[in-house]
Every structure is written in C-alpha cells, then in structure tokens.
C-alpha cells in the first residue's frame, strides 16, 4: 500500500509531503517524496501512530456505580470496537474480574481488536477498594499464591491496590491496604515470573511505598514530590496519569464523591507536573468504566496533561510511544520504517487544533483498515 502526500504527526513532531509505503503489517518506507498515480492521496489528512489507552476496566460499565452488580461476561467486543473506532489501538486493562481467556475468545479475529494486556484480577484486602473485581488476600503467603496463580509462569501484569481510592466505600482515598513487606513479596513474585506490577497509589507514603518496592508503574500516584519522582525516574518508575476519571466523577458525581474526585483531580495535575519536572516517563489512561466514565478514547487525557504542562509532542508520547515501551510493545508508537502499520488517520491537523484527534478517518491494525471511514479507501480497491 503506497500512500502519498503524507502529513505525519508522532511523537517526533511533523513532516510534510511524505510518502509511506506499508506492507506486511509494517511500515517499509517513509521519505520525501511521490509515489506516483498508484498512491492513495492523503492531502488534507493527517497519519499518525494508532493511540494506546494504558488504564481502562472494561469489565465495568462507566455508570453512576460499575462496581454493583458487576458483569462477569462483559461486552468486551462492543467497548474495544467503540475505543479502535477512537483510534485506539492498544489497551492494558487495569484490573477486572473477567478471565482473561474469555477476552481471548471474544476479541477475535485478533486483528479487528486493538491489542489487550489484561493484569487480571486486581490483589486487594477483604472489603477493600474494588473488592467487587478484586482477588482480596492478607498476609504474603496469600500474596504470593494469588500472583502466581494469576500469571502461571507466563509474564504479563498484575495489579495491587496498594492504596484506598475514590470509590472505596466510607473510607478516605490513599490509605494503605497493604504492607511494604506485602507490596514487595507481590513484586519479587511478579518479577520473578517476567510480569509487571502496577501499583494504584493515591497517597504520598503509598507512593513512597511503590518506588522503594520496585513497582513497574505507579497507576494516579496522588501525593508525588519531587524527592520521590526523582527516585522514579532513576528507577524508571512509569507515573500512569487519570485525570479523565476524577473529572468525571467530579463534574457528574454526588456529595461526597464528587469532592473527592474533585481534589484527586488536582492532585493528580500537580503529580503530573511534578514528574514532569523530574523526567520520569508519564502515559496517560482514560480509568475508561469507573463512574460516569464511558468508553470514550484517550484523547481527554492528553487535554488534561497539556493543562498540567506537557508539551503537545509530550501529550502525544504519553499514549503513542511512551505507553509502547511501558507495555513492552516494541514496534508501535511512531510512523517511521520498522515500527507496525497501527495507524491512526484524522482529519484535519492535530497540531493546529487538537480536536483534530476526534476525526477519525481510518484506523489501520497490521497495515489493514479495521475501523473509519470506508470511501477513504474504497476507490482505491483496498476496503
């Protein structure tokens, strides 16, 4: 597939008058040029790396309480297709209750899906936050039975909720659930069988807790200082930024949990400063599921990160080639040789107007149309 008159827009910045040629689900050439009269035109659309949303829960269903009568067979075919339908091409879900082999039967074939990384069910303390998707466990004998259960000696991601959050009944956001000593046998075993961690964090000694433990990534990570964020960087401790989610229940919730909302909400702007600040590597997740959240893309994050002082390239990054290397996904996040055929095709110019994102043309998986508008490529004999 040749692809001309090309504007790229990632992580690198733009380049104008481009052509892409694109086979085998890769990216084979990108360069200055015309590739003749067999080209798609592009002129007035502008390609860019297909989105990664690295916190969702689609096991829940973004309603004033997802966590009551949760669905255990949830739609997950109709919220992935609604997020490729935004561009996104790529999902780690945060923690749901759902088997992940169901996910597996579902979302095929894999290539009209975005890709899935499923930290499974999210280790918590009995009546603790998110109890209702939870594995609740006590001691580091459980822990370490829970993690590897969950994984079987096969890598991926679990998730801990290290601290109490926004929805965690009558009790205040941040406190500890867990121990160090619980945290660390929870790392040492994810570890030791190649996952990941990611740690829900909204406190500073959560936080504090997090980095000494050796934690992949620290999920909202309320109460972040600069101390702190230095150690993550030097740790190369991602900071997974929420600002979608606490907005939500901010601006639709009732009373109690609206204010809370409300003041993670800053907290989390003032996080994302700080890390900013201190070079540690932040990707944006939408919480896509929790309440009044709906399966609506990453592309509100990237608002919220310019308001707390990310460049638009850095915006960009946080769920394009920032989010890839934190899941381990080598090959997506920028338009250039090498890298997969995960595209993103908008109208318009993102740079000029950000809006621009919610445009979607086309979405490409594998170099394939899976999502958009068809007459793009129809009179090209492609869709």
């Known amino acids: 597939m040749l692809l001309n008159n090309v504007s790229i827009v990632d992580a690198r910045g733009?380049?104008?008058?481009?052509?892409?040629?694109l086979e085998e689900g890769y990216i084979v050439l990108?360069?200055?040029?015309?590739a003749g009269d067999g080209g798609l035109d592009l002129s007035g659309f502008t390609v860019l790396p297909g989105l990664i949303d690295s916190h969702v829960h689609l096991?829940?269903?973004g309603g004033a309480d997802p966590l009551a009568g949760v669905n255990f067979s949830p739609p997950l075919r109709e919220r992935c297709l609604e997020l490729l339908r935004r561009g996104v091409v790529g999902l780690r879900d945060a923690g749901g209750a759902f088997n992940p082999g169901y996910a597996q039967a579902v979302l095929e074939p894999p290539e009209c899906f975005p890709?899935?990384?499923?930290?499974?069910?999210?280790?918590?303390?009995?009546g603790g936050h998110c109890a209702a998707i939870g594995e609740p466990v006590r001691g580091e004998k459980e822990i370490r039975s829970a993690v590897q259960r969950q994984l079987s000696g096969e890598g991926g991601w679990i998730k801990i909720m290290l601290t109490t959050g926004v929805v965690t009944g009558n009790r205040p956001p941040g406190q500890l659930q867990f121990s160090f000593d619980e945290l660390l046998a929870a790392a040492i075993e994810a570890h030791g069988c190649g996952a990941k961690v990611a740690a829900h964090v909204q406190s500073r000694e959560g936080v504090a807790m997090a980095v000494s433990a050796g934690v992949d990534s620290i999920e909202h990570g309320l109460g972040l200082t600069v101390e702190l964020a230095r150690e993550m960087a030097r740790r190369e401790i991602t900071l997974v930024s929420t600002c979608t989610g606490f907005a939500a229940m901010a601006g639709k919730g009732r009373g109690e949990m609206a204010e809370k909302a409300?003041?993670?909400l800053q907290e989390q702007l003032r996080a994302v400063a700080v890390a900013r600040g201190c070079g540690v590597r932040i990707v944006a997740g939408s919480d896509a599921g929790t309440p009044y959240n709906g399966f609506c893309g990453i592309t509100a994050e990237l608002g919220w990160l310019r308001r707390a002082g990310l460049s638009w390239p850095e915006a960009l990054a946080s769920c394009t080639i920032q989010a890839a290397k934190m899941l381990g996904?080598?090959?997506?996040?920028?338009?250039?040789?090498?890298?997969?055929?995960?595209?993103l095709i908008v109208t318009g110019d993102p740079l000029q107007d950000p809006a621009a994102l919610d445009n979607v043309a086309q979405v490409l998986r594998g170099c394939i149309p899976a999502a958009g508008k068809a007459d793009l490529w129809a009179k090209e004999g492609i869709a």
Do not use: F
Not at 14 to 21: A, I, N, Q, S
Not at 329 to 343: K, S, T
């Open 14 to 21: 733009r380049r104008e008058g481009m052509m892409l040629c």
């Open 30 to 34: 990108a360069r200055k040029g015309y």
């Open 59 to 61: 096991q829940l269903d």
């Open 115 to 126: 890709r899935l990384i499923c930290c499974g069910r999210p280790l918590t303390v009995p």
């Open 262 to 264: 409300a003041r993670a």
């Open 329 to 343: 996904w080598n090959g997506l996040g920028l338009v250039a040789p090498g890298y997969r055929g995960d595209l």
